[in-house]
């Protein structure tokens, strides 16, 4: 079983910055393919970020985060972060951590493991 915690989250103004953090309870952290998901109200579930194990080489992002989030992974903290940028009201969404051993089926919305979720909201 892996917990996976996030934090960061909060309220800021468009324009600003947010650090979202994944904190997992796994010795093998290393080997898991890391994504972000967020899910605004009455939406669906959609894909923020994802990176690849161990060293984290190949990075994908959806296209609505592209160029303004940066996925990023410390495997001696077992945690995975997300940097967003230039935030805009259409952010605003409960934003999950996910962990999986496949990273394509990862990027499709497959999971084995998801966090709690933390609230971002941007206000205008």
């Known amino acids: 079983q892996v917990q996976l915690v996030e934090s960061g989250g909060g309220l800021v103004q468009a324009g600003g910055s947010l650090r979202l953090s994944c904190a997992a309870s796994?010795?093998?952290?290393?080997?898991?393919?890391m994504g972000w998901f967020r899910q605004a109200p009455g939406k669906e579930r959609e894909f923020v970020a994802a990176?690849?194990?161990?060293?984290?080489?190949?990075?994908y992002y959806g296209v609505h985060v592209k160029g303004r989030f940066t996925m990023s992974r410390d495997n001696a903290k077992k945690t995975v972060y997300l940097q967003m940028d230039s935030l805009n009201p259409e952010d605003t969404a409960v934003y999950y951590c996910?962990?999986?051993?496949?990273?394509?089926?990862?990027?499709?919305?497959?999971?084995?493991?998801w966090g709690q979720g933390t609230q971002v909201t941007v206000a205008t």
């Open positions: 796994t010795r093998t952290f290393g080997a898991w393919e």
């Open positions: 990176i690849s194990r161990w060293t984290g080489t190949n990075i």
């Open positions: 996910a962990a999986n051993h496949n990273l394509s089926d990862l990027r499709i919305g497959t999971a084995t493991y």
